[in-house]
């Protein structure tokens, strides 16, 4: 009898601890706790490595100005008080030459690539800055770190934290860098990256609503192009009017030549290779 009750508490408090954990990892802040914001740096890392070796699907460009432009604008985004992480993640920025693909997309940590593709359908700083920003959001509110916690669960994720099981950390990179499957955003993480990227660009010179020319443009277009972005980052037409309320709530002026910045872009564009 003893050992039957002893059994039915062991029972009753695994299944305590099964719905306390389920109930923490839905929990806002959770994330931080289990796997802190600097074990997104390894992962990121070891993603930015698989890249760089797998230059038939990644073909990096080889134009260090053209980078250099990209870098000097996340820089510009980075200077807002907004961005918590800016000492501790690398941000760095790496152009794919792949004119077909018109995409963006950033590992945990702030390793960020731009297609050429996306750069040659934008017709202005202020567009790609708005899509820049969204993308360092994404690294900034942690949202694959989150969906790890979810997806691997507590153990998983206290192992890459305290760093004791490489291999598992690796692992998770290849799962991750495999179709970017983690990298696919839900429609609340694509919404709170255009918020905040709006906030970012508010401390810029760059129109903060020009992202809204990327989505018009994106609109515009059809077929295998834009097949990619539309896998990692759903397109509503909600986001579209999301950012014209923003503007307006915010009362941000109309945009003009010096807050979109499109002459040197087009400089810019015809310089890159
Ligand atoms: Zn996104």
Known sequence: MNALIKYFSVSVWQFYCIILSGFLIQCAGFT??????????????????????????YPILNDANS????QNMINKVLQSPEIKYKSMFPYKVEIIKDDKTVNAFCTPGGYIYVYTGLIKMLDNEASL?????????????????????KAYGLQL????????????????????????ALLKNSRNDESDADDYSFKYLQSTNWYPGA??????????????????LLSTHPLPQDR?????????????P????????????????????
């Open 32 to 57: 931080n706790l289990v796997m802190p914001p600097k074990n997104d740096i390894g992962l990121g890392a070891q993603m930015d490595a698989q890249i760089r070796n797998s230059p038939k699907e």
């Open 67 to 70: 980078r250099q432009y990209l």
């Open 129 to 149: 800055a708005g899509v820049i920003g969204h993308e360092i959001a994404h690294a900034e509110l942690r949202h694959s770190a989150n969906r790890i916690v």
């Open 157 to 180: 994720a206290v192992e890459i934290a305290l760093g004791n099981n490489p291999g598992r950390t690796a692992e998770v990179a290849a799962n991750m860098f495999s179709g970017l």
């Open 211 to 228: 992202i809204s020319y990327f989505f018009e443009k994106v609109k515009g277009q059809g077929g295998g192009a834009i097949e990619s």
């Open 240 to 252: 579209l009017d999301t950012v014209s309320k923003r503007v307006k709530d915010a009362r941000i």
């Open 254 to 273: 109309p945009p003009n030549e010096s807050t979109l910045s499109s002459k040197s872009y087009l400089e810019f564009k015809k310089r890159l290779l």
